[in-house]
């Protein structure tokens, strides 16, 4: 005799709304990670411009051409939505800002301080 089990099957993902504070959590990963992966790159850069007149001119050959920038305005938002998510987890680590409203306003500033940055990266501020 089979046994009925309530179970849901199939269970579609994208049917269940994201929180913010569950998509500022998400984006910490990717700039955590985004960090990471192109410091190898960056020491690089540095590396060959630190070399001398002439490694500084491929360096700024290099980092001048149109994907450079969008490589720079992605960097650009990682590095803010980081460093202003970490902020955030540090004040929760001392409950701060542990309430559901608080916590929702938190995340909200996390992404618009990670919007200013790739702004600022757009603009060419950081080049």
Known sequence: MPVQTDRPVNLDLFRFR????GISSIAHRISGVL???FIPVLLWLL???LRGEAGFARAAEAAGGWFAWLVSIVLAWALFH???AGIRYL???VDVGVEKEQ???SAKVV???GLVGAILGLLG???
Do not use: G, Q, T, Y
């Open 111 to 113: 992404l618009a301080v």
């Open 47 to 49: 590396d060959l411009s």
């Open 82 to 84: 980081h460093l202003a």
């Open 91 to 93: 004040l929760i680590d």
């Open 103 to 105: 916590a929702r306003l």
């Open 18 to 21: 994201l929180p913010i504070v």
């Open 35 to 37: 960090l990471f992966l």
């Open 125 to 127: 501020v950081f080049v």
